[in-house]
């Protein structure tokens, strides 16, 4: 398993970066690769990637395969021998990997597929090689530089730009890769990306790429369920359970791929993160930073400001075209999509320099040393009183106010609002603990998220659209609309919060 951190270069940084990287002893070598898969995609739909590769005069066998975390992915390489003059391949033998967690991934989906290996695309690169000495340990540093290749040879050639830098931890604690990480990117402007020379091979094969925004997946335990409620491990799966969906929406962002949803989603997983380090942090007392927490709340604020006038304006602009106004959609932001500016904000370094520490945090094992400052995390039998305790806590508030929600001010439907994602996103994080009526609870929450969400878009646009009659009178027609509109959204938000189900217990470990 290797733990590593890949970051993108902008090209105005590059010249800078290498001059950088070529101060100390070094190698460098040239690389060509071959990718396979097979006609159905069955690796690339199962985030496996299977290539040989030139590396000088040696090829390498190597398949990849999908970690547990942000930080580590499965890998195994093998020598298929000396290249010849000619510069043919070896043939691609997928047996050789058996007995590795990568192999036995990539024989069961090649069982699965409808069809044999074929070439697929494939890379031309430079790549220099240095070690950086930390104290007690050893990081590795790869910059790369070429290009990845689909159609070769036809008329259809395309390629796509590499320009990464990755560093790879080869001794010592993750710790210290992670301070050379920062260290390197806050420096030359660098920043995370998911997205590797595969999937930019992949892309460069379809018609019309366009990777969905990453949505919150269900959380899963990684053990027995004893295991799953010890403070600081559930502390980390939490963590890592949300990063997994803001690397993936932040990676497309920040690679001009991303759209509104993409920016959307990652509020959404900025949001369940800072729920997770607010009410988490009991389990484990002194285990996050709350430095994390200032960048974290910066890209919300600032995405959220390009969300109120794109994404969150759209659904109530279609219903006022439908109403027929005049001009609905006069508030709407019109000089571009929101990527190019929302690319800025999660570049910035702060946010970036919290994200790999936070990658770091929640690649460590359960059993990793106490961090500086923490002290006794909970164990399994007390992080389930801690944590029933929390959900009834949030439950009860929740329905103290749904009994008067329409006589509330808007600030206290806001802040209910607010607190029904908390109690959401908390009994996610503990969803494979909940007993039977766990599902069925989940399920109940999301009626009222969605009316109070569409609630809190009509009084935003109605502001929106206020300010805008002083420029443009034909506005006046959606502000009536909008105010008519209160009554009826506030009923819809009362009949949706008067079904919440009651809150169910949290199972005691080792019970079923």
């Known amino acids: 398993m290797e ?8 090209s105005q940084r590059l010249a800078a970066l290498q001059a950088a990287v070529l101060r100390g002893a070094h190698a ?7 990718y396979f898969d097979t006609a159905d995609g ?4 199962r985030g496996i990637a299977f290539r040989l590769r030139r590396e000088g005069d040696r090829w390498v066998q190597t398949v990849k395969a999908l970690g547990n975390g942000p930080l580590d992915r499965e890998e195994h390489n093998l020598d298929r021998g000396q290249a010849h003059a000619t510069g043919s391949a070896p043939e691609p033998q997928p047996e050789l990997h058996a007995d590795t967690v990568a192999g036995t991934r990539l024989l069961g989906a090649l069982q699965a597929a409808s069809g044999p290996l074929a070439e697929t695309y494939g890379t031309e690169m430079d790549r220099v090689t240095r070690d950086i000495a930390f104290q007690g340990g050893v990081v590795e540093m790869a910059l790369d530089t070429g290009r990845v290749i689909a159609h070769r040879g036809t008329p259809q050639e395309k390629e796509a730009r590499i320009c990464e830098l990755e560093l790879e931890l080869k001794a010592g604690p993750l710790a210290g890769l992670a301070v050379v990480a920062a260290r390197w990117a806050t420096r030359h402007g660098l920043y995370l990306s998911t997205i590797s020379k595969a999937e930019r091979g992949e892309r460069l094969l379809a018609p019309q790429w366009a990777r969905p925004a990453t949505k919150a997946s269900p959380m899963k335990t990684s053990g027995s369920l004893r295991h799953f409620l010890d403070g600081r491990a559930l502390q980390r799966a939490a963590v890592a359970h949300c990063l997994h969906q803001i690397l993936g929406n932040a990676s497309e962002i920040v690679e001009g791929g991303g759209h509104a949803e993409h920016v959307h989603q990652l509020r959404i997983g900025i949001r369940r993160l800072r729920t997770a380090l607010r009410e988490l942090a009991p389990l484990a007392p002194g285990a996050f930073n709350p430095a994390w927490e200032p960048p974290l709340v910066d890209v919300f604020q600032r995405l959220g400001q390009l969300r109120d006038q794109g994404q969150a304006l759209q659904s109530i602009v279609a219903d006022l075209r439908d109403a027929g106004a005049p001009v609905s959609d006069v508030c709407t932001t019109t000089n ?7 690319a800025a904000i999660v570049r910035t370094p702060a946010f970036q320099a919290a994200l790999i520490e936070l990658m770091a945090f929640a690649a460590q094992g359960r059993n990793a ?10 164990d399994a039998k007390d992080s389930r009183r801690m944590l029933q305790k929390r959900l009834r806590s949030l439950h009860a508030q929740v329905r103290h106010d749904v009994q008067d929600f329409a006589a509330l001010p808007v600030e206290e439907q806001h802040r209910l609002r607010k607190r029904l994602k908390r109690l959401r996103y908390l009994a996610e994080f503990v969803a494979p603990a909940l007993d039977a009526e766990g599902e ?3 399920a109940s929450l999301q009626p009222a998220l969605t009316a109070l969400g569409r609630l809190g878009d009509e009084r935003l646009a109605h502001t929106l659209y206020s300010k805008a009659t002083a420029t443009d009178p034909r506005a006046w027609f959606a502000v009536g609309w909008l105010a008519a509109r209160q009554g009826l959204a506030v009923a819809d938000c009362e009949k949706a919060l008067a079904h919440i189900a009651d809150m169910p217990r ?6 079923r």
Do not use: H
Not at 336 to 342: I, L, N, T
């Open 3 to 10: 733990i590593e951190y890949k970051f993108c270069i902008p």
């Open 28 to 34: 460098q070598i040239r690389m060509e690769a071959r």
């Open 42 to 45: 069955a690796l690339s739909s």
């Open 336 to 342: 571009g999509a929101p990527g190019a500016s929302a």
């Open 369 to 378: 040393p106490a961090a500086n400052g923490e002290d006794q995390a909970l």
């Open 440 to 442: 069925s609870f989940l």
């Open 506 to 511: 949290l199972r005691k470990a080792g019970k």
